[in-house]
């Protein structure tokens, strides 16, 4: 029950309302993702090492016997992110002058140490479920087995066991004695010191410091473990996962892409050789990119001239930009397209209803009217209350860019270029973990 | 205020303790949002418990009951803004003022026992309300409060002025009078509050301002202690005229002192670094040099805001070493926000002003009620970009004014029980127009009533099973398109929602002898109803459920018996409005239900003739209970003796061909029901 006072009051935010939405302006973030997902199930861009695959297994070990709803102090962190913080700090305290590339929340692991504390919830990660290695390989870890309802799954099993016997670790996995045994018991005793304390809880001479340093650094497959977890990614029932990374790490593919580094430019080969189920997911990306690369340069050049202007402009004067003209000539003919080719992989329907008023004229100016109240459409219906739109529209309709999107300097990328990425550079950089090129 | 609390907005919505039972609110406000109203709004000042998201059926029922209780729920916003779909219990009235807008956010809540008012700088909106950064007040006036009763009274005023000067003469707005006129006796019958602490508070004072009213720099300075006049003065505002002459800082500098020592005002502003290092002011520069003379000295801070919510509050604060004055409100630093030229927004403020008598705790507070702000260094850059007062305070380019031929429209059941729309028109009709639905149907055109040959009132018969709650308007030959709001002639012609009418017997029995709340027993049974999107139907398991005694004659009438007692212990509570009266009355699980019920489903002549006496007789023992703004005992007593001798008249016809006891029975029931 409020109780008021004779005093005028400053208003407080009532809910978590709109902030400001510093990527994807114009909402084609989504298909693009979607279309990543079928093409390359489980992989995410911010994936490089899926040795992590084998982390999240011997944390999955060392947990086991938690109970699920165990939390430490902080009471935020599981079990397994406690395990995470030991792993990162491990590596970080082992590495010496060596350098370590692709490990979530390193700098914050280096931090910590160079001030003397221990890691904690507090000094690692602010969302660490989604940026932490368990969280950005967890999709994986799920689609492959490796976890499976928050248990070891059967790949994960696999993995472990072949991992184990191959550090000589035996009795890591399972009931069985062995060093593996003596490690998870000691690892197993750290976690739980960790989540009484609610940091990590060993000193600089713990020898489990070491441990993850010399079986589970990211890079450092064994021959027998990295067969396994090759095997396990080029299986693929769902999607185009296995054939990419085939096509990839052939000799053709492999100098394809040291070449050029380009996504579409991989894409044309792979629909040289691609089969019926890939072939039309390519055809999809590349006439979705193409519509998509036309209106963000758009988009970007009014972005420029409005930075130029630096006042109020009105929409006609920018409808002369070369850029806004030629996606307004352009942009009907490449939704028609891209619509087609998005139909066979389910896309169409969402495209349609997202981008159809860009392709109800040709005229420029009112093609930019659209494209900038797109962008405040875009940015509105952004979860969860809608952000903030980059650029202002005053009452007689003139348009100001707000200061933090201004571009200063503004070279359009090719039309060939893509907007979105689809997990070429994650395979690669798997390909290389696992000795494939 | 605590620093624990949370200053959200819609909590001045929530009832004081100890306030009694909800009689009604009047509210003013410029954009507005009509569901946001009406779900947040009025669901804290009826005390909703019931979900609208996930309890829909729960929420409706119990929305109905709740809202038919209120004797006035008015809302007066904007023409401009006066639109949206809505329940037509409660009342939208459109503000249409000569010159200018209806600026004022004003709401005036009150109970039993208790009336608040809140004065805002937010519109009833879900920015206003739950984003912007914005200002506001809330005073509570009770038997023993100590807020000026002073300013309840010139609210009163206010709220009677703006229906009476700028909205029709309506049914509605007639209510939003009536209600308002009421509350009068009760404030007088409070007796004067003996503040303990009158130097530890300020002294406030209501600056409203619009057409026929002094501008708010010139109440200012009559509200402004005697002795030193203000030094200093700091300004909060989201919106600045645009033009070079800037007005609004010539008059208030006019309040400042002249001579002596500099004085000094402060711009708060939002102010954004670019790439360059130069500062975008979003304010005038005309600002910067509409001092008089040099010795007045014009600084701009850098306003620092939540991330995110935008700045919507405005405030003047004048000060000197001694005393300190703090306007908060509606107003705008703007020209017409502030009541000066010819063009004035209807305006409400409320000045808080601490004397040299005041002490330096309070001092301290007042002062301390303003958003943070940094200084710009003075090496830097500034230009001047103000924000467009017509991106939120006021009406859009293509936003057109109803064309004062449109009067109001008010639904209304006829005599024979149908229902029609009164359009009331007045002189000059516009070329071509319509009336349509949201759905964009259309329900009337100027044709339709040249062929009546052009009614001042004019009757639309409205077959379809829900009211309107407005129409858009077309009129003319470039697409120019308003709303017309529909509000209910009486409280007494909505229809129940479709799924509460004609309840069954079964039904009614259910939900009367329950002790669990209407709306919960009402919405669990629609929530099983086959064909309605609530849910589907449970399928009995226990055998002996499943043998359907609804119809064995002994079991219904003892069930019979125990809804009437639940009838009468419903009609036994203070009725605040013969509204709320008509609802458990006429209302779906009312006294009129229960009789259709009876007659629809009994097969019997005795049974329907016993089952209706019997009701009458209930009816005949109710004690109508009482409270201050609460319909009388009599009052209720005369509803009920109308049913009574309907329900004589009903029955009569009955006892000849009844045998001799039940007749008998019947006659006497009637009789001492009606003692």
New interface residues.
């Given amino acids: 029950m409020p109780v008021f006072e004779l005093w005028p009051v400053l208003s407080d935010r009532d809910l978590e309302f709109s902030t400001e939405g510093t990527i994807d302006p114009l909402g084609l973030t989504i298909i693009g993702e979607s279309l990543g997902v079928k093409l390359v199930p489980g992989v995410r861009e911010r994936q490089s090492h899926p040795r992590f695959l084998t982390a999240i297994a011997a944390a999955l070990e060392v947990c086991r016997d938690f109970p699920a709803e165990e939390l430490a102090k902080d009471r935020v962190s599981p079990p397994w992110m406690v395990f995470e913080w030991y792993l990162v700090e491990g590596l970080v305290r082992s590495a010496g002058s060596e350098a370590l590339r692709g490990v979530p929340g390193i700098t914050k692991a280096q931090t910590a140490l160079r001030d003397g504390l221990p890691l904690s919830a507090s000094r690692y990660l602010k969302t660490p479920s989604i940026f932490g290695f368990h969280g950005v390989y967890r999709l994986l870890a799920r689609t492959l087995e490796v976890e499976s309802a928050e248990r070891l799954g059967a790949f994960g099993a696999e993995l472990l066991e072949v991992w184990s016997e191959e550090q000589g670790l035996t009795g890591f996995f399972g009931s069985g004695g062995g060093p593996g045994r003596e490690w998870r018991d000691k690892l197993r005793a750290a976690v739980q010191d960790g989540l009484e304390a609610g940091t990590t809880n060993r000193t600089g001479g713990w020898t489990g410091w070491q441990f993850f340093w010399d079986h589970l650094h990211p890079q450092k497959f064994g021959r027998n473990e990295r067969r396994v977890m090759r095997d396990a990614l080029l299986r693929d029932s769902v999607g185009t996962r296995g054939e990419i990374l085939d096509l990839l790490v052939s000799d053709k593919g492999r100098k394809r892409w040291q070449d050029e580094g380009s996504e579409r430019s991989m894409h044309q080969f792979f629909m040289q050789k691609g089969s019926a189920r890939l072939v039309p997911l390519l055809r999809a990306i590349d006439h979705y990119e193409r519509f998509g690369r036309t209106i963000l340069n758009a988009f970007e050049a009014i972005r420029h001239e409005l930075t130029n202007a630096g006042t109020r402009t009105k929409p006609a004067a920018l409808a002369e930009n070369a850029h806004v003209i030629t996606a307004a000539k352009s942009c009907r003919a490449l939704f028609e397209a891209a619509s087609v080719a998005l139909d066979p992989v389910g896309e169409a329907t969402r495209f349609q209803h997202s981008f159809h008023a860009l392709a109800s004229t040709t005229s420029p100016g009112e093609w930019v009217q659209n494209l900038l109240d797109h962008h405040r459409t875009t940015q509105k219906n952004k979860p969860p209350s809608g952000k903030n739109a980059w650029i202002d529209t005053f009452g007689d309709s003139s348009v100001l860019i707000r200061p933090a999107y201004q571009l200063a300097d503004c070279e359009a990328e090719s039309l060939e270029a893509y907007v979105n990425p689809y997990r070429t550079q994650a395979l690669w950089s798997f390909a290389q973990d696992l000795n494939l090129v | ?1 605590p620093d624990e ?8 919505w ?4 100890g306030c009694g039972e909800p009689l009604g609110c009047v509210a003013t406000t410029f954009t507005f949002s009509a569901a946001f109203f009406e779900e947040h709004c009025l669901g804290r000042l009826l005390g909703i418990q019931s979900d609208p998201t996930t309890e829909a059926p729960a929420y409706v029922v119990e929305r109905e009951e709740r809202l038919a209780q209120l004797s006035c729920a008015a809302v007066i916003v904007d023409q401009h803004f006066a639109k949206g779909a809505r329940n037509l219990r409660w009342d939208l009235l459109s503000s249409r003022p000569g010159r200018g807008i209806q600026h004022a956010k004003v709401s005036l809540l009150a109970w039993t026992k208790a009336i608040r008012v809140i004065i805002a700088s ?1 519109n009833l909106t879900p920015d206003g ?12 006036f009770n038997e023993e409060s ?3 009763r002073e300013c309840l009274r010139e609210t009163i005023d206010f709220l009677q002025s703006v229906i009476a000067d700028t909205c029709a003469s309506t049914p509605a707005s007639a209510r939003a009078s009536e209600f308002l006129k009421n509350l009068r006796p009760k404030l007088a019958a409070w007796s004067s509050p003996q503040s303990s602490k009158t130097r530890d ?2 002294r ?1 004072t209501m600056v409203f301002s619009g057409p026929g009213r002094s501008s708010v720099p010139k109440q200012l300075g009559q509200s402004w202690p005697a002795g030193s006049p203000p030094e200093n003065a700091c300004v909060l505002s989201p919106f600045f005229d645009p033009d070079e002459t800037q007005q609004p800082a010539i008059e208030l500098w006019a309040l400042m002192r002249q001579r002596g020592g500099t004085s000094n005002m402060e711009y708060a502003v939002i102010a ?4 360059k290092g130069t500062f ?1 002011i979003h304010a005038p520069g005309s600002l910067a040099t509409a001092g008089p003379n040099d010795r007045c000295v014009t600084t701009f801070t850098q306003l620092k805001l ?4 935008p700045l919507h ?1 405005k ?1 003047i604060q004048l000060s000197n070493g001694t005393s300190i004055l ?1 306007c ?1 409100g509606s107003s705008n630093f703007t020209s017409a926000g502030l009541g000066l030229g010819s063009t004035k927004n209807i305006e409400a403020n ?1 000045a ?1 002003v601490l004397t040299p008598a005041s002490t330096g705790v309070a001092y301290r ?2 002062e301390a ?3 943070e702000t940094e200084s710009i260094p003075e090496s830097k850059k500034l ?1 001047f ?1 103000a ?5 939120e305070d ?1 009406p ?2 293509d936003q057109v004014p109803l064309p004062a031929f449109f009067v109001a429209a008010n639904f209304q059941k006829q005599p024979d029980g149908s229902s029609a729309v009164e359009i009331v028109t007045a002189q000059n009709p516009p070329a071509q127009w319509s009336l349509a639905l949201e759905d964009g149907s259309i329900v009337a055109t100027d044709h339709d009533w040249e062929r009546a040959s052009r009614p001042a009132t004019w009757l639309i018969a409205w077959t379809r099973s829900l009211p309107p709650s407005g129409f858009n308007v077309a009129w003319g030959d470039k697409g120019a398109v308003a709303w017309l709001p529909v509000n209910l002639r009486s409280a007494g012609d909505i229809p129940p929602p479709e799924a509460l009418r004609d309840l069954p017997l079964e039904v009614l029995l259910e939900l009367l002898t329950s002790a669990r709340p209407l709306y919960q027993v009402l919405g669990n049974w629609l929530t099983r109803q086959p064909g309605t999107s609530y849910g589907p139907v449970p399928v009995e398991l226990d055998p002996h459920r499943r043998v359907d005694t609804s119809e064995f004659l002994l079991q219904r009438t003892r069930r019979v018996s125990r809804a009437l007692a639940g009838l009468r212990a419903r009609l036994e509570r203070p009725m605040s409005s013969l509204a709320g009266l008509a609802w458990i009355v006429e209302g779906p699980v009312g006294v009129v239900a229960l009789w259709r019920a009876i007659n629809a489903e009994t097969k019997h002549n005795e049974e329907k003739a016993f089952l209706l006496a019997e009701l009458a007789m209930e009816l005949g023992r109710v004690q109508p209970s009482t409270a201050r703004g609460c319909l009388s005992a009599n009052e209720v007593r005369q509803e009920l003796l109308r049913v009574i001798g309907g329900l004589e008249t009903e029955v009569k016809p009955l006892l000849g061909g009844l045998n001799k006891g039940m007749a008998s029975y019947a006659k006497v029931a009637f009789t001492e029901a009606q003692r």
């Fill in positions: 205020m609390k949370n200053d959200c907005l819609l909590d001045a929530m009832p004081p303790e937010a309300y739950r984003r912007n950064h914005e200002i506001f007040t809330v005073f509570d100590e807020a000026p508070q300020p406030a954004e670094e670019d790439s975008l939540e991330e995110g919510r509050a405030s703090q908060i409320v808080f507070r007042l009620i303003w958003p230009r970009e924000m467009d007062a017509a991106m006021e859009a380019l």
